[in-house]
């Protein structure tokens, strides 16, 4: 679990502020919800035989005894808010997103970590695969905007209840024929969890599979349909894409479009986003039977990606330098009541000697630089001195607002 340090701060509100901006042009408005959760939400709507529940969760109990746990994930969670607080009406379309953190006990590394933060968004009530593609686009809109390029958009398709248990059958059939090569965790779940195993990034597990059966050529017609129009849409809205038929996602819920964004700048944590569709998912929570699609962003992985020095510290439009008692009197009023014009000001709470004070305004990066000693005092005039060039001019202190705003 990391701090986030001032020196970076600076990356992360530039990427909240661009999703909330960018998100709320498709129309999605922010929910948040508690950081903590029954137990039971997570294992109903993730699964129980996901590495997520099994485990990596946050788990305890309270002292009413109630098994509680730390969000892992923010999909669940607002699934949960929508039902309770009954958000949608049938024949709408809800746009929801959130920034937080999320926790998973899993084996820390570069890019992953135990609490890591999400931004997430999640389209409620739409079964048509236009829905797909508008929540591809604003992914896709987002990264254009942060100057993220190294990024690949993969999407596949999970099917759904009426053509995925068959497959899942065919997949055990053919995993039964190969078990010796793969690995111990795959040995262990082919039967539990099929699909994971050829999202296994084992070496062995890949090539042993090599010609597995791909859920993508036994899909129903209707699930054939909608994926063949998801990727209409995306053609047809100029979002780049490749199916990738071995993708399999680490959450039960996904039904049909399920994708990734991956990059090969973050080393085995490839995906920078990912997500898909959870029609059915509501519904197996005690709410109405809505269909949605939601994806969620790693923002750790982001900052990674990031150059994070770019802009990250609040540079003072003005330090101002004084000398003597009365005159750092002065600078402090004049330093609040710039403060409060909207003038980022900055000043020296130590005494220091001038020589150090500019030091400090250097070091600061300070735009403008104010020195005020007794004779700026008497005359109400100083010199305003620009810190790229070192050019100066003389202000007059009760105009200085005007000039730096
Ligand atoms: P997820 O694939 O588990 O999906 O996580 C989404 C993203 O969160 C990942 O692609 C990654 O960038 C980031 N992430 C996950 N675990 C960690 C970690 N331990 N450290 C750092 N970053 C991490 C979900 O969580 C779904 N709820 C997404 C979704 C929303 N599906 C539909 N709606």
């Not at 068959?166 to 010796?180: A, C, G, K, M, P």
């Not at 791909?214 to 809205?237: E, K, N, P, S």
């Not at 620009?386 to 607002?401: E, F, H, I, P, Y």
């Amino acid at each position: 679990m990391n701090d986030v340090l001032p020196d970076v701060v600076g990356v992360w509100q530039f990427l909240e502020q661009s999703a909330r901006e960018i998100f709320s042009t498709y129309g999605f408005t922010e929910i948040r919800t508690p950081v903590l959760e029954k137990t039971e939400l997570f294992c109903r709507s993730i699964g129980e035989s996901t590495d997520i529940v099994e485990k990596e969760m946050y788990t305890f109990a309270d002292k009413s005894g109630n098994s509680m746990t730390l969000r892992p994930e923010g999909t669940a969670p607002v699934m949960r808010s929508i039902i309770q607080n009954r958000l949608v009406a049938q024949d709408t379309v809800s746009k929801l997103c959130y920034i937080g953190p999320m926790f998973r006990y899993e084996r820390p590394q570069k890019g992953r970590y135990r609490q890591f933060h999400q931004i997430g968004a999640e389209a409620i009530g739409v079964e048509d695969p236009k829905i797909d593609a508008q929540v591809l686009l604003m992914l896709h809109h987002f990264f254009n905007r942060i100057g993220i390029n190294a990024v690949s958009l993969e999407i596949n398709s999970l099917g759904c209840p009426v053509c995925r248990p068959d497959y899942r059958r065919q997949l055990i059939q053919y995993l039964e024929q190969r078990l010796e090569p793969l690995c111990s965790e795959c040995q262990r779940r082919y039967q539990t969890n099929p699909l994971r195993v050829l999202d296994c990034k084992v070496e062995a597990c890949r090539t042993a599979t090599v010609d597995a059966p791909a859920m993508i050529d036994h899909l129903c017609g209707a699930c054939d349909q909608h994926f063949t129009q998801v990727r209409r849409y995306l053609d047809l809205l100029k979002v780049p894409y490749s199916v990738n038929a071995r993708m399999v996602r680490g959450l039960d819920y996904y039904v049909r479009t399920t994708f990734e964004l991956v990059t090969d700048q973050l080393g085995s944590q490839n995906a920078v986003a990912a997500g898909g569709r959870y029609d059915g998912l509501i519904e197996s929570l005690g709410g109405p039977p809505l269909p949605g699609i939601g994806f969620a962003i790693g923002l750790e992985r982001l900052v990674l990606m990031l150059d994070q020095d770019a802009g990250s510290l609040a540079v003072p439009d003005l330090f101002i330098a004084a000398l003597g008692d009365a005159a750092a009197e002065q600078a402090f009023v004049l330093m609040s009541q710039l403060q409060m014009q909207g003038v980022r000001a900055e000043m020296d709470f130590h005494g220091k000697s001038l020589k150090a004070q500019m030091r400090r305004a250097d070091k600061s990066g300070a735009i403008h630089t104010l020195i005020i000693g007794d004779e700026e005092l008497r005359s109400g005039q100083a010199q305003l001195k620009k810190m790229a060039d070192g050019t100066q001019s003389s202000v007059r202190l009760d105009a200085l607002v005007e000039m730096l705003t």
